[in-house]
């Protein structure tokens, strides 16, 4: 045994890099410092993962989470002990709001001089514990590969998550000799008990108006054609819930009914007419900013499906709680009622590029919704979007036409500089594909670095910059809040043009190929081109406020 022992033995940061790998892990997302030098060193002879390098730490966990959320699977996240990790803390806070699965690791000092509280140490747990589902510090090298087994399971594991790993620069040198852990089987996903649902829904006559509600849960389960099914085999009208971050729906789907607003007035005026609200998934009726009262009308019933027992009735009281898998719970849904009635989806026949080129704006700033309506056009069949143009979000949910196959990435948690990155993620994660990327020009500046990446790792991300030149959506909010100056078109600092930012000079400094479209007919006659191209591009589209 100890000779075994012995031909085992192997620095600790080498039995780390077997359980990525064993992981599943091909890239490392992440911005180096000093207390990351082991494994920098260790990674040099590593062929299997490739380590992919952002220039600030809040790129480095955008590109993951665009990663995570693209291949459904857990994203691993290296940053430089305190420092790095509170520039990467407004990312975190996304992927714990959006569910995004992540393992994220940062280099602790020397941990025999921590006592003194050297330079670079700092409680490093206690900064990440907010915005992950598990946060600790590792004490010695063995823990090394056991914590990291840990982490991955905990990140998968339902509500998905970030997790966070301290690692003492010290222990990643050490010496182990044992085996590194073998996996843990997932548990495997389980329908929830629909009888009491299915008994009540069949002994309905006449059968009830239903609204079915989505959220995220539907993407993060696959479970996109399953929410058809059962949506046809209820006859219930399809919602999206507020603030959802995919492609929930087919939009060409005539039992698709739109975006449920972030507002409970709203929500419940959407819902009003109809005798049930069945929900998929949790946490899902958002609204910002208050709204007063319950977003469930007191005359409508509410029923849930979540595959996290303890969100059934968070959003409101649930008449029939289902706790399962929202993919097989739906799916038992559908098999059990039988096939609905198929629908014919909306066909895009051309005419709307034809009527997008009559109503030219021949000068001037063009309105958003033309924009993102012309952007759309041009958009070649499957291409994924990142979405972080808030000018644009409404127009989009409004505007797209999406197949079950289409695929959207957008993310709830709030702070801007999430989508240069993720498209770098995402376009990664698929093979190089080409993402469009919609940006607006306040939070292109929260994150320019993501445009540095694409260049680097040759992703064909196309962001498309919607420059209004303000933070339009503050000022928006100011005047839905009965501001007196706001009223008066008084603000202040929510503008960005003195100076202006000047995008071209922004691009060519990352080596990106830019130009700028001003009217619809260059969009129509020009995206295309572009869009049809594997190179990163910058497309700056001049657009009014809402």
Not at 215 to 242: H, I, K, M
Not at 379 to 394: D, H, K, L, S, Y
Not at 416 to 429: E, K, N, R, T, Y
Request: hydrophobic share 45%; net charge negative; glycine share 8%.
């Amino acid at each position: 045994m100890k000779n075994e022992q012995k031909q085992n033995a192997r620095p600790a940061v080498a039995a780390m890099l077997d359980v990525l790998a064993d992981e599943g892990v091909s890239m490392i997302f992440g911005n180096p410092g000093s207390t990351e030098m082991p494994l920098m060193e260790a990674l040099v002879e590593r062929t299997d993962i490739e380590y992919v390098l952002a220039l600030q730490e809040a790129s480095a966990v955008g590109m993951a989470d665009g990663y995570a959320q693209a291949t459904g699977r857990a994203a691993f996240v290296n940053l430089h002990t305190a420092g790095g990790l509170g520039n990467a803390m407004g990312a975190l806070v996304n992927a714990k709001n959006t569910n995004t699965p992540m393992v994220v690791t940062a280099g602790q000092q020397d941990a025999r001089h921590v006592f003194t509280d050297p330079w670079l140490s700092g409680d490093l747990t206690a900064l990440a514990a907010p915005v992950s589902k598990w946060s600790y510090e590792v004490r010695s090298a063995r823990e090394i590969a056991p914590a990291l087994r840990r982490a991955f399971a905990i990140a998968n594991a339902h509500p998905r998550g970030p997790v966070f790993l301290s690692l003492p620069m010290n222990l990643l040198d050490e010496t182990v000799s044992e085996n590194i852990p073998k996996r843990s089987a997932e548990p495997l996903p389980a329908p929830a008990d629909t009888s009491g649902f299915l008994a009540w829904y069949q002994a309905q006559q006449p059968k009830p108006r239903i609204a079915l509600l989505l959220s995220d849960a539907v993407v993060q389960t696959n479970a996109v054609r399953e929410a058809v099914a059962a949506a046809e085999a209820l006859n219930a009208e399809v919602y999206g819930t507020p603030l959802a971050g995919g492609n929930l729906f087919p939009t060409t789907h005539p039992l698709w009914k739109g975006v449920l607003p972030p507002s409970f007035a709203g929500i419940r005026a959407k819902l009003a007419g109809y005798d049930v609200a069945l929900m998929v998934g949790d946490h899902a009726l958002l609204a910002y900013p208050y709204s007063e009262g319950a977003p469930i009308p007191s005359s409508v019933r509410f029923m849930q499906i979540s595959a996290v027992a303890e969100k059934l009735g968070h959003d409101a009281p649930a008449e029939i709680a289902m706790h399962g898998d929202p993919r097989l719970t739906l799916a038992e849904i559908a098999r059990a009622l039988g096939a609905g009635t198929a629908r014919d989806r909306l066909q895009d026949d051309g005419s709307n590029v034809q009527r997008l080129k009559r109503q030219c704006v021949p000068v001037g700033p063009l309105h958003p919704r033309i924009a993102v309506d012309a952007v759309l056009a041009a958009r070649p069949a499957g291409m994924p979007i990142v979405n972080e143009a808030p000018c644009t979000f409404g127009a989009v949910r409004e505007l797209w036409m999406t197949t079950e196959d289409d695929r959207y990435y957008f993310v709830r948690g709030g702070a801007l500089g999430f989508g240069m990155p993720a498209a770098v993620g995402v376009s990664l994660a698929r093979a190089r594909q080409r993402v469009l990327c919609l940006m607006g020009d306040g939070a292109t500046m929260y994150s320019p670095q993501g445009l540095w990446s694409a260049a680097r790792y040759r992703t064909p991300v196309k962001y498309i910059v919607f420059n209004n030149k303000k933070y339009d959506i503050l000022m928006r909010v100011a005047k839905e809040l009965g501001g007196f100056h706001a009223a008066a078109d008084r603000f202040v600092g929510m503008t960005i043009d003195e100076p202006a930012v000047d995008f071209d000079a922004l691009a060519r400094t990352a080596r990106l190929q830019y130009t700028r479209l001003t009217t619809v007919s260059e969009i129509l006659d020009d995206l295309p081109a572009i869009l049809d191209n594997d190179d990163p591009w910058v497309v700056e589209i001049d657009v009014t406020g809402l």
